[in-house]
């Protein structure tokens, strides 16, 4: 059975960086895109990034574009995402998702496997 575990959330001041990780168990990550979505207080869920395991291909949301990074360590069955500059509208639980059943798929609404989140604070 995959697992998705997250951490890494905190509270940090703005402008400030965390850096989030995302490890798979039950499942191996070859060939699987793995993505990270946000949900804010009061707000819809929001697919801000996804890395492709084929040819390392991400993407990101505008919102979260040149401040993310998102990595992968097929080894050590793990997902980065690395975020700076972090502002008053990022504060957010962030999930890991993966969609088990199609191979690279970046496709937010196929993701069936989700972690639990860490919770992200920004403020002053």
């Given at each position: 059975?995959?697992?998705?575990?997250?951490?890494?959330?905190?509270?940090?001041?703005?402008?400030?960086?965390?850096?989030?990780?995302c490890v798979v168990s039950g499942f191996t990550l070859d060939y699987r895109g793995v993505g990270w979505i946000r949900q804010a207080p009061g707000k819809g869920r929001e697919g801000i990034s996804c890395i492709t395991e084929s040819d390392g291909?991400?993407?990101?949301?505008?919102?979260?574009?040149?401040?993310?990074?998102?990595?992968?360590?097929?080894?050590?069955?793990?997902?980065?995402?690395?975020?700076?500059?972090?502002?008053?509208?990022?504060?957010?639980?962030?999930?890991?998702?993966?969609?088990?059943?199609?191979?690279?798929?970046?496709?937010?609404?196929?993701?069936?496997?989700?972690?639990?989140?860490?919770?992200?604070?920004?403020?002053?």
């Amino acid at each position: 059975q995959v697992q998705l575990v997250e951490s890494g959330g905190g509270l940090v001041q703005p402008g400030g960086s965390l850096r989030l990780s995302c490890v798979v168990s039950g499942f191996t990550l070859d060939y699987r895109g793995v993505g990270w979505i946000r949900q804010a207080p009061g707000k819809g869920r929001e697919g801000i990034s996804c890395i492709t395991e084929s040819d390392g291909h991400t993407v990101y949301a505008d919102s979260v574009k040149g401040r993310f990074t998102i990595s992968r360590d097929n080894a050590k069955n793990t997902v980065y995402l690395q975020m700076n500059d972090l502002k008053p509208e990022d504060p957010a639980v962030y999930y890991c998702a993966l969609d088990s059943r199609s191979q690279d798929s970046c496709v937010y609404a196929g993701m069936e496997a989700w972690g639990k989140g860490t919770l992200v604070n920004v403020s002053s």
